[in-house]
């Protein structure tokens, strides 16, 4: 009876429920609520779930502490969507219990799980029941009702998967949309995989398929040593880089391998790649002159390049600062051409994000930084990434965040449009809320299953006209719906804005516009291209 957990098994058991996730992400994503092509919880829970483990593998100790730390860490900076960061507050919480002891227990295991859901009910401004954090509380509950009971794993954390997936089949009779739509909490499902996997790394069970490694920088991101973010920040000033070539008789591929990990001893940022034919090297270094010394042993150098990083710097540290200003923004964006009308509203940074593409916390917060700016207003622009967004704060130390609800595409640029430099930040926060409200916005996309929802009897494929909150229309004609959803959403608007998606034909927006021209000969009528995926419009009433 295995009575106890070191840090070896806890790797073990990380690792596999990340792999059961990835395994199972497409069925998750299949309990998404509303019938539309978004449905991205276990995509988003799973990418969270990799840069916990691209930490985790980078990890060498097998101590508790420092795999709680990489863990925690990677989730933390990759968590993506709601699900992806309450996953990674759950985690966070779990982490920072049992990073206390070297030898876990099932009582400690308990307090862990219990103060992973406290963490992720904390993160969540109205934390709703019926979710997967339910799900976390409900597991943490049953664990510390019988953790004196079951004193062994091997019987404990069987107990604790029944309770949790009795709780997802609680969660329609929690939350009234779930029990709508005739599914289980997505969130919840996923959640279940980390105590699923947990048993099978346990038991000395594997996953069928392996989990797809986030993708590495490239080698040439090693070259841009000239990282505005860390200006002034340069422990090793000379960026050295050089070619060995007629390598001698006398050198084997032993001597290369020894002088990357001399070079590693000297600097850092060290690529040293080739064979006994040519071998290219790159480091950043205090000693370029030991750096070339010892690579003449290997053979001759030739295509020399010392730079010196600390003036590099220094000139663009002054220029940053010349050009600083007060205040930026930052638009998440769907469609190429909905990232030219940000731009083109003097947005500073765009990135790309949306259904189902979620951008992480870390995505958001490397963009922020990449703003010169104090102070940076972020559009979320779907529901789904405020809470990232909200997230991304805590990983800026140098300017502040202040993150604009925006629900949607529409909602941002009217935010956008709010901005004033002239005016403080706190009343350009204002004014940037309170647009919000003058623009009513509605959404054509597809249902990709059979449902019943809000009255409408739903078939695969059928095109549906929605407002933030529910499905107004349907049909199975695009232009039919698009123009019955106008109707629905409009009351005494007088300008009616199209943005066309990359399915739509530009004859067919400019065909659809005439006839809401016609039908509303009173109200100015735009088109656009946006270039989203997944909406075929767009609709924006003000």
């Known amino acids: 009876m295995q009575k106890t957990i070191n840090g070896s098994m806890l790797k073990s058991m990380i690792l596999t429920s990340a792999k059961l996730l990835e395994v199972n992400k497409a069925s998750i994503d299949a309990l998404n609520v509303f019938p539309v092509p978004d449905g991205d919880t276990g995509t988003n829970m799973s990418l969270t779930f990799q840069s916990a483990v691209k930490e985790l593998i980078n990890c060498q100790s097998n101590k508790v502490e420092d795999i709680t730390e990489a863990v925690s860490k990677g989730a933390l900076r990759g968590a993506r969507g709601n699900s992806g960061v309450i996953l990674s507050q759950v985690l966070r919480g779990f982490c920072s219990t049992l990073r206390k002891s070297e030898e876990i227990d099932t009582k400690l295991f308990a307090q862990a799980l219990m103060s992973g859901a406290q963490v992720a009910y904390g993160a969540v401004s109205k934390p709703k029941e019926g979710t997967m954090l339910t799900v976390a509380r409900m597991v943490a509950e049953h664990a510390q009702s019988v953790r004196s009971k079951f004193k062994d794993f091997e019987a404990f954390l069987p107990e604790l998967i029944t309770a949790g997936n009795n709780a997802v089949e609680l969660t329609p009779s929690l939350l009234p949309v779930l029990k709508k739509a005739g599914v289980v909490d997505a969130g919840g499902k996923g959640l279940m995989c980390l105590y699923e996997g947990m048993y099978k790394a346990l038991m000395g069970e594997s996953v069928s398929e392996e989990v797809l490694a986030p993708t590495e920088n490239s080698s040439d991101s090693l070259m841009e040593h000239a990282d505005i973010m860390n200006l002034g920040n340069i422990e090793f000033a000379y960026c050295t880089e050089f070619f060995i070539i007629n390598i001698k008789k006398k050198t084997t591929l032993a001597d290369i391998e020894r002088l990357r990990e001399y070079l590693m001893t000297i600097g850092d940022s060290v690529i040293v790649i080739g064979d006994l034919e040519f071998v290219k090297v790159h480091v950043h270094t205090n000693q370029p002159g030991v750096a070339l010394s010892k690579a003449l042993e290997l053979g001759e150098l030739d295509r020399l390049k010392i730079e010196n990083m600390l003036e590099q710097n220094r000139a663009l540290m002054k220029k940053y600062e010349a050009e600083k200003k007060d205040m930026g ?142 499905i107004l229309s349907n049909g199975k004609d695009v232009s039919e719906v698009t123009l019955d959803l106008i109707e629905k959403l409009k009351h005494g608007e007088e300008i009616i804005t199209l943005y066309y998606g990359q399915d739509v034909k530009e004859e067919d927006a400019v065909a659809l516009s005439e006839k809401i021209m016609e039908k509303y000969p009173d109200c100015d009528v735009d088109i656009h291209y946006g270039g989203q995926p997944i909406y075929y419009y767009y609709i924006a009433l003000e």
């Open 329 to 470: 923004m930052l638009a998440i964006s769907a469609g190429d051409g909905i990232s030219a009308i940000f731009k083109d509203l003097m947005v500073d940074g765009v990135i790309e994000g949306g259904q189902s593409m979620n951008p992480s916390a870390d995505d958001i917060a490397n963009a922020v930084q990449r703003i010169n700016a104090d102070n940076v207003f972020v559009f979320p622009n779907n529901k789904n990434i405020i809470l990232a967004a909200e997230q991304a704060k805590s990983l800026v130390q140098n300017k502040r965040i202040h993150v604009i609800p925006t629900k949607n595409i529409p909602q941002g640029f009217a935010a956008a449009l709010a901005f004033n430099p002239d005016l403080s930040v706190n009343e350009n926060k204002a004014n940037m809320i309170h647009s919000l409200d003058t623009v009513t916005v509605g959404q054509v996309t597809y249902s990709v299953r059979n449902t019943k929802l809000y009255g409408f009897e739903l078939k695969v494929g059928d095109i549906i006209g929605l407002d933030n909150k529910k």
